[in-house]
């Protein structure tokens, strides 16, 4: 008798443990580990799915009282072995029920059917075919005949690997028996073969293939060494934008996989339209493949299938391509690896670059990192040679790295110049559309009107004790406080500017639409495009509007962030960047670490080509570390800082961050949890408490949402706690109505 350890599809705490299950008889060549299986749950026996996590020979209780397995779930698709154990180790690290991280690694769940595809292929040569079919027109078979004329006159790959039947039929307007017919006979076989979706439409125009330079050869030649020689280890590529990363990746990759083994490129989802996925497909033909949140899970369902069946060597995609089941897997390359859509968001709230190190490990394989504004965490790593860490200092081919202006919007509006423009950007504009070069203009759309500050002198409001700007809290359609979401610490709102008595003091906001309407009026000859939420959204969205921009049909490009990503336009040789520092204010401690990757990705887009790039710098704080090295491209001087700041307040990486969300309906009985959450985490003395305070969403759809915080050097005390927490909040039965989530370095 064999026993199924069962995890039922029910994401609720008390329930997130295996139960047995018989396996009956007859059902256990189908009974495998990751198996989808139906099986009777509770008292009432309700059919409930659940996967197969073991299996065993032992029951864990009286036979007579375990239960038996309904049903095998053919449309199921079964978890790999390897996955639930990378979602055991999910589910243990980020807090989540085993139910949702085993949904987390499973990117499709269902089978959805594909089309089947029949061909027909010569048992003979293209000669006696056509012989053959002279015979049959001889004796007056003119079906037989137009087939066998039709099939001996087809191009020679089509012949010898399988001409469509549908195709065949049609052209010859003869019916399924005179195939039979003809099959009988072994002039011809069919066969059916899946037709998998392919959704890489078929890349146009060629891509050079570089002759890689000596840093590139250098990086690629070490790691593909390591490889060679059995040592696998995770890499961190830091290069500048524009230095030839890609170009490194694609000669790794093809160099595992001419090893027999396969390759995950990561890349952030709004990067992923248009020109990677193009480079790549040049290079590697139909053996890569994407997934993305646009496809269809018919599209998606396909993909994970040629994957395992091993017709693709590369998938490239966002957070679940990392998931994909290759039978091999050798590398996993993550792009833009600072990027923050590779955290989830949404229970189990795992980072997939943490992860993909983790599944790397887990099955042999390489990690690669890049990224022109490494995560502070990467790169502290890598200094501590937990990570392998390579730099390109300077940009591949002939481009050279753009030249910065930072303008102080302070002097422009003490110069009485209240427009978007400042002086130099609107020369700087002019200047290009008499050459009739193209422009980007990066609005920074991030901390956008959630902020006091000054126009005169630049100051925003910030918490003395946090490093973090305070938050307006509106009361009756006005700003009345201001309010810090780490500590709680509060003021009311000021009448004018605390550092210089001016009363331009409010919220800050600019929106692409307002720019493009600037830009209209004072550039009416100019064409425009624009790039944000609003004109991007369907299928192929950011493609349209990229592709048209890369074909000159525009001269002004005007977005917020998804314009700074991965594209590369040789024409543009001026970046605008409206408010640069606005990113300061968004009360995270990672503000500063994202005005840098900003800034530096934006001004990277300039002078790409051959010609040099340009750009002006818009900024209230111009002399804020994170804009004047941004400006420099200075990462190194840029982590220095940080880092310093990140020591003294106890901030990830140099500590680490339990957040712990309560809520409930009832506000009262969500604060008095979250105050003896608080209490349990200060028993321990080596964890720094912060709150009870709201969340920096107090309450959503009637929800009230309570944040405590706990900062520890060391990791392992603050899993405990969250343990602990865990255990108090499922034994205890007055806190019924609330809910509880973890999140482990993650604030925003
Ligand atoms: P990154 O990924 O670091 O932004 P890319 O790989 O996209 O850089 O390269 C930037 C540009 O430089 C691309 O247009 C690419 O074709 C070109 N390039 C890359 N490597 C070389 C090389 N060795 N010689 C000439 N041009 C190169
Ligand atoms: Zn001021
Ligand atoms: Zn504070």
Redesign the pocket.
């Known amino acids: 008798m064999i026993f199924a350890d069962i995890i039922v599809d029910i994401s609720v705490k008390s329930l997130d443990r295996t139960f047995q299950y018989k396996v009956p008889p007859g059902m256990e060549k189908d009974t495998r580990i990751g198996s989808l299986v139906q099986v009777p749950f509770g008292k009432g026996n309700r059919p409930l799915k659940g996967y197969v996590v073991n299996l065993s020979s032992h029951p864990v209780y009286d036979i007579s009282r375990i239960k038996e397995i309904i049903q095998v779930e053919k449309q199921g698709v079964a978890v790999e072995s390897h996955l639930l154990s990378l979602a055991g180790w999910i589910k243990e690290n980020y807090g989540s029920t085993m139910n949702n991280a085993i949904k987390a690694v499973m990117p499709v769940k269902k089978e959805v059917k594909g089309q089947i595809k029949r061909t027909v292929y010569p048992l003979v040569e293209k000669k006696v075919m056509e012989g053959m079919a002279e015979e049959f027109e001889k004796k007056h078979n003119s079906a037989r005949a137009r087939v066998l004329f039709y099939l001996s006159g087809i191009e020679d790959d089509i012949y010898y690997n399988g001409a469509d039947y549908s195709i065949i039929i049609k052209e010859t307007g003869v019916s399924k028996a005179v195939i039979d017919g003809l099959e009988k006979k072994g002039i011809i076989g069919t066969d059916l073969v899946k037709k998998y979706r392919n959704p890489i439409e078929s890349a146009s125009g060629d891509c050079?293939r570089?002759?890689?330079?000596d840093r590139?050869k250098y990086i690629a030649d070490s790691i593909l060494s390591d490889y060679r020689d059995g040592i696998r280890k995770t890499y961190l590529i830091y290069?500048?934008?524009?230095?030839?990363?890609?170009?490194?990746y694609m000669n790794i990759i093809e160099d595992v996989v001419a090893q027999g083994k396969q390759a995950v490129l990561l890349i952030p989802e709004i990067a992923l339209t248009f020109q990677t996925v193009n480079r790549f497909y040049k290079r590697f033909g139909d053996r890569v493949s994407v997934v993305h949140s646009r496809l269809s899970a018919g599209e998606r369902y396909d993909q994970f299938m040629r994957a395992k069946e091993g017709s693709i060597d590369i998938m490239i995609g966002p957070r679940t391509a990392l998931f994909t089941p290759f039978p091999n897997l050798g590398i996993i390359v993550v792009?833009e690896e600072h990027e923050t859509s590779y955290q989830s968001e949404t229970p189990p709230k795992y980072h997939a670059r943490e992860v993909a190190v983790q599944r790397a490990a887990m099955l042999g394989a390489s990690v690669v990192l890049?990224s022109?504004t490494p995560s502070l965490e990467s790169y502290y790593r890598a200094l501590k040679g937990e990570y392998k860490l390579f730099k390109?200092e300077e940009?591949?081919?002939n481009?050279v790295l753009p030249e910065v202006h930072i303008v102080d919007l302070r002097k422009e509006f003490e110069a009485k110049n209240y427009s978007i423009f400042s002086r130099k950007l609107e020369l700087s504009i002019e200047e290009r559309l008499k050459k009739h070069e193209q422009v980007i203009i990066f609005i920074n759309r991030r901390g956008y009107a959630g902020f006091i500050s000054c126009r005169k002198c630049g100051e925003t409001a910030g918490c003395p004790h946090c490093s973090v700007s305070l938050k307006p809290h509106m009361h009756k359609g006005v700003v009345d406080r201001l309010k810090c979401h780490f500590c709680g610490y509060e003021i009311p709102m000021p009448d004018k500017c605390p550092s210089c008595g001016s009363k331009y003091i409010g919220t800050f906001g600019i929106g692409t639409q307002q720019v493009e309407e600037a830009v209209r009026k004072k550039f009416p000859q100019a064409r425009t495009l624009r790039m944000d939420a609003d004109t991007t959204a369907g299928k192929e969205g950011h493609g349209r509007i990229l592709g048209q921009f890369g074909r000159g049909e525009a001269d002004i490009l005007i977005g917020t962030q998804m314009i700074v990503k991965?594209h590369?336009f040789?024409n543009v040789t001026l970046v605008g960047i409206i408010a640069a520092d606005l990113s300061l204010n968004t009360g995270d401690y990672r503000a500063a670490e994202r005005t840098y990757q900003l800034v530096a990705q934006a001004a990277g887009r300039a002078g790409?080509g051959g010609k040099k790039g340009e750009v002006v710098l818009q900024a209230y704080q111009p002399g804020h570390y994170s804009i004047v090295n941004a400006a420099r491209q200075d990462y190194e001087s840029f982590f220095k800082q940080e880092v310093s700041i990140r020591q003294m307040l106890q901030y990830p990486p140099v500590s680490n961050i339990l957040g712990v969300l309560v809520f409930s309906e009832n506000e009262e009985s969500a604060l008095k949890l979250a105050t003896i959450t608080a209490d349990m985490a200060k028993q321990h003395k080596a964890v720094k408490v912060l709150g009870p305070v709201d969340a920096p969403v107090a309450k959503a759809k009637d929800i009230y949402r309570k944040m405590v915080y706990g900062k520890c050097m060391d990791y392992n005390i603050l899993r405990s706690v969250k343990d602990c927490i865990e255990a108090f909040k499922e034994e205890d039965t007055e806190f019924k109505d609330c809910g509880i989530i973890f999140e482990f370095n993650l604030i925003s």
């Not at 570089?210 to 330079?213: D, E, I, W």
């Not at 290069?239 to 490194?248: I, L, M, N, Q, R």
């Open positions: 050079p570089h002759k890689l330079n590139q290069g500048v934008t524009g230095s030839g990363k890609t170009e490194v792009d890049g022109a390109i940009r591949a081919g481009a991965g590369d040789p790409r």
